[in-house]
């Protein structure tokens, strides 16, 4: 059974630290190259989220020929855990990385036989019929619904059969997708360097674009990553500025949306800052 997450703080921003601001192609890897995750929220910290998705992989005691594919990996971080998890088990496993930024590539883990892909997630062609575990965490959301169906797609196109995509992702409660749409692009504004429609369906909806996408979805649990306002300008990821006319779409949103306030456990920690505990699924999904 999974917990619910403690409140943590966000990624750092790499111009803090020398990084170069050149390797990107899109908004979303702008913003993804430009941070260090060297902190991140209070979620990528939890070991029970890192066990789940290992033990929804499947993969038997010594089992051989893993090849695990972390989709959007950013810094990697999720495919690393999720490789040792099963390394433990006397699994010999194969992991790959994609992203779009190389920056964050470049912080990936050492580790054996592990391979990094600059990649676009809608365009994975050369790896059709490759891996026989996937993962990918907060990466999809970061899309508009079309462009979730095509990486669904790509996923499943690049899985064997029988492989198991396990996809942690934020996730709407029924009624509030509009609210939790609304605030990610109110976030997105707030933190000033990028712009991207993002889309966080339903349960509902995630399995019914899985299913579209050819997968079985076999198993959901459900979570949260409980974050602050406060967290996210103590981590450079929004500037001390910003957070006003953050938390002024937050409050005219909940004017529109009063049961958010009740769902997302929204509530006013000091100041002008706000604690939000988002929603979290972790779905495992088989290619038949
Ligand atoms: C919030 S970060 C999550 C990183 C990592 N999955 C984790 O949980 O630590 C989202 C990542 O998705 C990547 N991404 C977004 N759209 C992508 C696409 N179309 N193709 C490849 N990577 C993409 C971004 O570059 C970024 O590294």
Known sequence: ???????????????????????????????????????????????????????MMGVKRGQLGVKLVDLGSGRGLVGSKVAAALRKRGASVIPSFIDLSPGALSEVARGPLRATHAADLRRT??????YTHAVSRF???????????????????????????????????????????????????????????????????WRKMMQQA??????????????????????NQMPAGKVREYVQALERLLERFPDARRAYQIKKVGGDHYEITYP?????????
Do not use: C
Request: no cysteine.
């Open 125 to 130: 062609l050369r790896w059709e019929n490759t």
């Open 1 to 55: 059974m999974l917990k619910t997450s403690g409140s943590g703080t966000g990624p750092k921003r790499a111009g803090q630290q020398g990084r170069k601001r050149t390797d990107f192609r899109t908004g979303t890897a702008r913003k993804y190259a430009t941070v260090v995750h060297a902190k991140g929220p209070a979620i990528y910290r939890r070991t029970d989220v890192y066990n789940t998705i290992a033990r």
């Open 139 to 205: 990466a999809v959301k970061n899309v508009p619904q079309k462009e979730q169906m095509i990486i669904l797609r790509e996923t499943n196109r690049i899985m064997k059969r029988g492989g198991v995509f396990v996809l942690m992702d934020m996730v709407s409660p029924e009624g509030l997708q509009e609210f939790q749409n609304a605030e990610r692009i109110a976030k997105n504004h707030a933190t000033g360097d990028f712009f991207t429609r993002n889309n966080v369906p339903t349960e509902k909806g």
């Open 280 to 288: 979290v699924m972790i779905m495992k999904a088989v290619k038949p």
């Open 214 to 235: 050819g997968f079985n979805v076999t198993e959901v649990e459900m979570t949260t990553s409980k974050v602050n306002t406060r967290d996210w300008v103590k981590s």
